[in-house]
Structures are given as C-alpha cells and as structure tokens.
C-alpha cells in the first residue's frame, strides 16, 4: 500500500480510500458527535463544540440558497443544514452507505442524490452555490487545480461557495498509531476502524493564505478562516 516518495496518487490509492470511506458510514457520525472512541474527554470535547458553532454562525449568515450542489455529503450533517436556506440540494457522493444513511436521515424530496465518483464526475449545469465538507483535504494535491477548475464550472457567477475541513492532524483513534507512508508521501495517511481493519487514504493540510490564492486562481474569490484547533473553512464567490 505504500507509494512512492512524492509520487502521484494511484487509483488503486484512491479506490481503497473510496473502500475506507464506504467501510467507515455506520461509525462515521461517532467522530463528528465525539463518541465512543471519540470520546476526548468534558473538556476537549466543549473545545470542539465550540469550534463547530463557531463555524456554523458564519455558515448560517452565509445562507447557500437557490439550488445548491453538495459534495461529498456524507451521513447529512451539512445536508439538512443547507435544507433550511436551499431550494434544493443536489448531493454527489461514491458511497452508496453514506447516501443511504443521508437519505435515511434527511427524508427531504428536495435533495437529489446522485452516487458517482467525484474525481470522474462531470457537473451538467450550474448551481446557484456549492458547499463540501472534509472533502478537499482528500483531494490528490496534484488534482487540486483540476478540481477547483470543476468547482468553479459548476458555480454560476456570483454563486456563492463554503467549505469546512480539517485544520491540522488530530491525535484521535481514526488515525493509525504508526504512519510509515506518512513519512514518504506527506498526502498519505493510515486510517484504522473501530473493527482493525486499516486502510490508506489521501489527507492534505492547508496554508489558508495559499489556499486561498489556488481558488483565485481558478476564479473563486474566497476568505480562509480557521478556528483555533480543529477547522479550516472558507466562504466567498465566484468572480
């Protein structure tokens, strides 16, 4: 499983993170709520909550409205948040677990799931807004630009734009304790479930500042935030 130093990420690579991601659906929701192994204890758990909320208020002053594509959706914490200002959400996902559980839990004929491979997927019109979370830190930084280029097709001018993903890597029992790929390609990660079963995945850690100057790049004007351990999130438009 290991690739080599600075190599471009496999599909094989890829498709295994696909494997990990559709593996994780049922367990999922136990990182984002601090459960079970998640658990941090009082203290660190209040610090995340926090951070959450901290984000949220600009998300929801931000308001995505219209009709609003989302990727990577996940078990729905961000779909039934965009519900409450979107006419409607298109969600793309490649796990059919994770739809299944977005759709368990959403119950809204105002979203259209549709399970596809994001880094093959084309978007077939444009959106009024676009948001994903923890998403982009899994995207092969050598497929960024191409990416963003997507992103940026898909959002008509002035659509609006937010997104959420990890600030730095957390010490938590998702993460393997021993990282030998880490150490030869800085965009792998060993992940472990809660059964033992490992697998490899694309993480990346942003610069807000270069960050921000790769969505300019590509014609999203977006403002980098972070909040003080957790999140790096970003809102703006497009040019």
Do not use: C
């Amino acid at each position: 499983m290991t690739e080599p130093t600075n190599a471009a990420i496999s599909e094989k690579l890829l498709e295994e993170m696909m494997g990990y991601y559709r593996a994780r659906a049922p367990e999922y929701n136990e990182w984002w709520l601090r459960q079970g192994r998640y658990d941090r204890g009082a203290k660190n758990n209040a610090q995340w909550f926090a951070e959450i909320q901290a984000v949220l208020a600009d998300f929801e002053a931000f308001a995505l409205a219209g009709d609003v594509l989302e990727l990577a959706p996940g078990t729905g914490n961000w779909t039934e948040r965009l519900l409450t200002t979107a006419s409607t959400v298109t969600a793309v996902d490649a796990a059919p677990e994770m739809i299944a559980i977005n759709r368990e839990r959403v119950q809204s004929d105002r979203v259209t799931y549709i399970l596809a491979d994001l880094f093959a997927w084309q978007p077939p019109r444009e959106y009024d807004a676009i948001f994903f979370g923890f998403w982009l830190s899994h995207v092969p930084l050598e497929r960024m630009d191409t990416f963003l280029q997507k992103v940026s097709k898909a959002l008509r001018k002035g659509g609006k734009l937010f997104f959420i993903d990890s600030l730095n890597q957390e010490s938590s029992p998702g993460i393997a304790a021993n990282q030998p790929d880490r150490a030869r390609n800085a965009q792998i990660m060993t992940r472990e479930l809660k059964d033992g079963r490992t697998f490899t995945i694309v993480k990346n850690y942003f610069d807000p500042a270069a960050l921000a100057e790769q969505y300019r790049a590509t014609g999203l004007d977006v403002t980098i935030k972070t909040t003080p351990n957790h999140f790096l999130y970003g809102l703006g438009a497009k040019l």
